[in-house]
């Protein structure tokens, strides 16, 4: 699976930063405001995900917000429809925001590679 660890240049964030996402009600929000909106804290990462539901799950247990670097949070973006995020977040327990891009527009800026390769298969 190729995958890079290669954080935006500030350049690039600045130029993806009115791009918007949905929430879980459908309510649109400027990507700037998943780094340095209300309750945003001096670190952010921004987790994008294909499938919420295994993601949030695993990630979320692993990242829980107690569990961070103090002044740290965790924010998740998936590619899916954004009514189905509280289906994802309910059942998981996930104590960090959910949005979606469901028209693959900021994870697309953001040139993040998208594959159907799932990597080797443990044995």
């Not at 690039?12 to 804290?41: C, E, F, M, N, R």
């Not at 987790?47 to 961070?68: K, M, N, Q, T, W």
């Amino acid at each position: 699976v190729r995958a890079s660890d290669e954080v935006p240049a500030v350049d690039k964030l600045h130029s993806i930063q009115d791009y918007t996402v949905p929430d879980h009600t459908g309510a649109l929000h400027p990507s700037k405001s998943l780094w340095s909106g209300d309750g945003a804290t001096g670190r952010v990462l921004v987790i994008f995900i294909r499938h919420l539901y295994c993601g949030v799950e695993a990630v979320g247990e692993a990242v829980a917000p107690d569990s961070l670097p103090e002044n740290t949070s965790v924010v998740f973006v998936g590619c899916g429809d954004p009514a189905l995020i509280e289906s994802y977040v309910e059942p998981t327990g996930c104590k960090c925001p959910v949005y979606a891009d469901p028209d693959r527009r900021l994870s697309s800026a953001l040139g993040l590679i998208e594959t159907w390769d799932a990597g080797a298969v443990p044995a």
